[in-house]
């Protein structure tokens, strides 16, 4: 019986292990490594930030993870070698036949001189505590979301962030006596699209929220409340948001995997340069959007092209970057990404939406998942 060992529980890691039972069972034995107990969809953050939402409410145990020929362990990986298939943990150590690394981007604050002191985020559940927080005694001033770095999670949470901040002091009675302004390194908002991108450009329009494009923010002043811009300009805030940087995590820059910063795969299966070595998610180099929707869509590929591999055949359906990724509107509205990076000569989007029905769908969608993965 085969050892599949993959490292990390997020949407890739989960569907990978729950397509390795389902399809598998009896001829691997899987084992899920990932350093948290719990998991936590990423839209989950702004109902923390913007709805009160308790952190416990939206966290799912991974200790409710019960598959047939799966063993979950709470574990820090702490270093990884591909060669060999070999991973170490701040509790032992595992031999891999097939080895999936699916550790996601990490958060490099640090990046950012002066963002760690002087800036908050809502990319994290403890950034969202803390954001919803500093909001609840913010009644007037200048927010500014800057794109610390790209490529990012999430493309359209900045802007999720931005519409929803509008209906939070549009709330409160104080949306006059608040500025909001987005800054980011892209040209566009999508810069895959010209009319996905205007969608968003008027939505915010719409909402007097403005979008300053090309902007590499190197640093914070915190001390005059400035975000220092490469070319040596400044955009003045009150209160600073940011996407923080994103990065390989250092266990993975330190085990060769990495080559300039994210880990290159084949495109068709996401395998590595190392035999039986796969990566998934968004720790990769493709050229795509980093969205759960992506690294869920490309699990199923690694679980197909594993067991075709185990019978001897060919992996039949190559992976394609097809995805959606909801969109908070404001209003109880949501509107849908369709994405489609492989499928022709050039990525393409559109956008569904916004509405209430679509809102009912990011539900069922989360629903559905939360079904398959913790049963």
Same mark, same amino acid.
């Given at each position: 019986?085969?050892?599949?060992?993959?490292?990390?529980?997020?949407?890739?890691?989960?569907?990978?292990?729950?397509?390795?039972?389902?399809?598998?069972?009896? +001829?691997?034995?899987?084992?899920?490594?990932?350093?948290?107990?719990?998991?936590?969809?990423?839209?989950?953050?702004?109902?923390?930030?913007?709805?009160?939402?308790?952190?416990?409410?939206?966290?799912?145990?991974?200790?409710?993870?019960?598959?047939?020929?799966?063993?979950?362990?709470?574990?820090?990986?702490?270093?990884?070698?591909?060669?060999?298939?070999?991973?170490?943990?701040?509790?032992?150590?595992?031999?891999?036949?097939?080895?999936?690394?699916?550790?996601?981007?990490?958060?490099?604050?640090?990046?950012?001189?002066?963002?760690?002191?002087?800036?908050?985020?809502?990319?994290?559940?403890?950034?969202?505590?803390r954001m919803r927080d500093v909001l609840a005694d913010f009644d007037s001033g200048r927010?500014?979301?800057? /794109?610390?770095?790209?490529?990012?999670?999430?493309?359209?949470?900045?802007?999720?962030?931005?519409?929803?901040?509008?209906?939070?002091?549009v709330e409160r009675g104080l949306r006059d006596a608040v500025e909001i302004r987005v800054?980011?390194?892209?040209?566009?908002?999508?810069?895959?699209?010209?009319?996905?991108?205007?969608?968003?450009?008027?939505?915010?329009? +719409?909402?007097?929220?403005?979008?300053?494009?090309?902007?590499?923010?190197?640093?914070?002043?915190?001390?005059?409340?400035?975000?220092?811009?490469?070319? =040596? +300009?400044?955009i003045p805030y009150d209160l600073f948001v940011g996407i923080p940087v994103h990065r390989?995590?250092?266990?993975?820059?330190?085990?060769?995997?990495?080559?300039? =910063?994210?880990?290159?795969?084949?495109?068709?299966?996401?395998?590595?340069?190392?035999?039986?070595?796969?990566?998934?998610?968004? /720790?990769?180099?493709?050229?795509?959007?980093?969205? =759960?929707?992506?690294?869920?869509?490309?699990?199923?590929?690694?679980?197909?092209?594993?067991?075709?591999?185990?019978?001897?055949?060919?992996?039949?359906?190559?992976?394609?970057?097809?995805?959606?990724?909801?969109?908070?509107?404001?209003?109880?509205?949501?509107?849908?990404? +369709?994405?489609?990076?492989?499928?022709?000569?050039?990525?393409?989007?559109?956008?569904?939406?916004?509405?209430?029905?679509?809102?009912?769908?990011?539900?069922?969608?989360?629903?559905?998942?939360?079904?398959?993965?913790?049963?």
């Amino acid at each position: 019986m085969k050892h599949v060992v993959i490292l990390g529980a997020g949407f890739a890691g989960l569907e990978l292990a729950t397509r390795l039972s389902e399809s598998l069972a009896g +001829e691997v034995r899987t084992t899920l490594i990932d350093g948290n107990d719990s998991f936590t969809f990423g839209f989950s953050k702004l109902d923390v930030l913007f709805k009160g939402e308790p952190k416990a409410d939206v966290q799912l145990p991974y200790a409710d993870v019960s598959k047939e020929g799966l063993e979950f362990r709470q574990e820090r990986v702490t270093s990884i070698d591909p060669e060999a298939r070999r991973v170490t943990t701040d509790a032992g150590s595992y031999d891999a036949d097939i080895l999936v690394v699916a550790l996601g981007a990490a958060y490099d604050l640090a990046a950012t001189p002066g963002f760690e002191e002087g800036g908050v985020e809502y990319y994290s559940l403890p950034g969202a505590e803390r954001m919803r927080d500093v909001l609840a005694d913010f009644d007037s001033g200048r927010i500014l979301i800057g /794109i610390l770095g790209h490529p990012f999670k999430c493309p359209p949470a900045p802007f999720e962030g931005a519409l929803l901040l509008h209906d939070h002091f549009v709330e409160r009675g104080l949306r006059d006596a608040v500025e909001i302004r987005v800054a980011g390194p892209m040209a566009a908002p999508v810069p895959i699209t010209k009319e996905v991108s205007q969608s968003f450009l008027d939505a915010l329009g +719409e909402r007097g929220i403005e979008y300053i494009p090309n902007q590499h923010i190197a640093e914070l002043d915190t001390q005059e409340n400035e975000a220092r811009v490469a070319d =040596g +300009e400044s955009i003045p805030y009150d209160l600073f948001v940011g996407i923080p940087v994103h990065r390989a995590p250092q266990v993975v820059l330190d085990s060769g995997l990495a080559d300039g =910063g994210w880990v290159p795969v084949e495109r068709t299966n996401l395998a590595t340069r190392f035999p039986e070595v796969y990566a998934v998610g968004d /720790i990769t180099a493709l050229p795509m959007a980093k969205a =759960g929707v992506f690294a869920e869509a490309a699990a199923r590929v690694v679980a197909d092209d594993i067991a075709a591999r185990l019978h001897g055949e060919e992996l039949e359906q190559p992976y394609e970057g097809i995805g959606n990724c909801y969109l908070e509107f404001g209003g109880g509205a949501v509107a849908k990404v +369709e994405a489609n990076f492989f499928g022709g000569p050039e990525p393409t989007a559109r956008l569904v939406g916004p509405s209430r029905e679509l809102a009912a769908d990011k539900v069922e969608f989360a629903s559905t998942r939360r079904a398959r993965w913790f049963g």
